[in-house]
């Protein structure tokens, strides 16, 4: 039964309001995220090169090789690359690919980079596409495996060249960056970011934003961790030389022993960390890595040599603890007669995400993988020489989910070990956020 006051005319017009506000609050917000991200073509397409992505995994992982030394690797993306129409340019940095790719209009650059390198480390996996490869490594035979997914990392930036390729009605360019030695060039040689920045990676043409991404094998398939500003750590390595006296290890009074010395050394540098680092603004960490003194039961040696790692998230932090440990070393083997150097060498820069460029990437994240799986997360004391990219231009690097569902989380075998794992199922992932990324970017900044 309709009310007295029913006017059918006024129904009609409250329907259309009410339809208006649902179009205005729910659909089109979706159909602007859509808007900025990959369409249905470009999704199709990925899933159909899926099981592609996943044969060159496996062929790179069953093949590994160690820093400045992917001859193979690098042949294989070449080859790829050229076969899809490319500009590349090969043994870039010694055994880097770079491939250029032009959108149908002008506009800005973006770069994607891969690292290629596997460690030194004898897999212990049951895979099919086990490595079984034996190299040297600092004059010692050692296995070669994958132990940090760079095999995943160089499967998606080949299978998102593919897709961009196919797809290239966009306005600027995109550059494929395949580096080598990310883990670190042997000892004597150059390699990885560094030396492709000065080798011109970044050049010809000028690159406006870098994106890169590192599988992490302690989050599940289908999360993605991200961070604004230091999301890993600065990566510094000292030696300590202490020199003492030679005794009979009867008679140390007779002697200055550089291995008591260098225990309280130890303790010493730990106090940098825990009194004067203000660790509520940033992490840090100190290890000792390796020592080595002495060559028989009873005799207390002259020298002692350690070796370790510095770890920071932040400039002045990182400063800060340069200048203790010189301070430290010397005035510990001082106190006790003996004589102490320290040499602390840089490794990678802090891995700095632009702020302005994660904020607006973000939605593309989100929009790919849905917005409960983008996680902001703490940084990561780890180093990545994709740093040195970010030191030249503004750059957005995070990490892709690589454990499998059935296993949780904080069980997952670590990188860098025998038993290091990701599933294969992170993959398109990977592929879908890339290639998402680059035509964002290129999108939102049409010249």
């Known amino acids: 039964m309709f009310h007295k006051n029913y006017n059918p005319m006024s129904k009609y017009i409250i329907n259309k309001i009410q339809i208006f506000i649902f179009l205005f609050i729910f659909i089109l917000p979706i159909n602007a995220q859509e808007n900025n991200t990959l369409n249905n073509k470009i999704n199709d397409e990925i899933l159909n090169i899926g099981k592609k992505v996943i044969e060159w995994r496996h062929d790179i992982h069953k093949n590994p090789e160690l820093s400045n030394r992917e001859f193979k690797t690098a042949k294989k993306i070449a080859d790829h690359l050229i076969s899809l129409g490319i500009d590349v340019q090969t043994e870039v940095a010694h055994t880097g690919v770079v491939g250029i790719l032009k959108g149908k209009r002008t506009g800005k650059v973006v770069a994607l980079r891969a690292d290629m390198d596997a460690l030194p480390v004898t897999e212990r996996n049951n895979l099919p596409y086990k490595s079984n490869v034996i190299s040297k490594y600092n004059n010692r035979n050692t296995g070669v495996m994958h132990a940090c997914g760079h095999d995943t990392h160089v499967a998606i930036l080949m299978g998102v060249a593919e897709i961009l390729s196919n797809n290239n009605d966009f306005s600027g360019t995109v550059k494929f960056i395949f580096q080598p030695a990310e883990e670190g060039a042997p000892e004597g040689e150059t390699g990885g970011a560094l030396q492709m920045i000065k080798e011109g990676v970044l050049k010809n043409p000028d690159v406006d934003a870098i994106f890169g991404l590192h599988i992490s094998s302690g989050l599940h398939v289908g999360k993605i961790n991200y961070r604004p500003k230091g999301i890993m750590a600065a990566s510094q390595r000292f030696v300590i030389d202490v020199v003492g006296k030679q005794s009979h290890g009867s008679s140390p009074w007779l002697g200055i022993d550089p291995i008591l010395v260098s225990s309280q050394i130890i303790s010493g540098i730990q106090t940098i960390v825990s009194r004067n680092s203000e660790l509520t603004k940033q992490a840090a960490v ?30 002045e932090m990182k400063e800060l603890i340069r200048r203790r440990m010189n301070e430290i070393v010397t005035g510990i083997a001082s106190a ?51 740093s040195y990219f970010q030191d030249e231009i503004p750059g957005l690097y995070y990490f892709l989910g690589g454990t499998p569902l059935s296993v949780p989380e904080d069980e997952a075998p670590s990188h860098h070990t025998p038993d290091f794992f990701v599933s294969d199922k992170s993959m398109l992932l990977g592929v879908k956020t890339m290639t998402g990324l680059a035509l964002d970017y290129l999108k939102i900044n049409q010249l």
């Open 286 to 315: 100190i290890s000792i890595g390796s020592i080595h003194s002495g060559i028989r039961f009873n005799i207390i040696p002259e020298s002692l040599q350690m070796i370790g790692t510095i770890r920071t998230l932040d400039i």
């Open 336 to 386: 006790y007669g003996a004589k102490a150097s320290i040499t602390i060498t840089d490794g990678a820069s802090i891995t700095y995400n632009d702020p302005d460029l994660t904020k607006m990437m973000l939605p593309t994240l989100e929009s790919i993988a849905l917005k409960e799986n983008v996680i902001l997360s703490d940084a990561v004391t780890g180093a990545e020489d994709f």
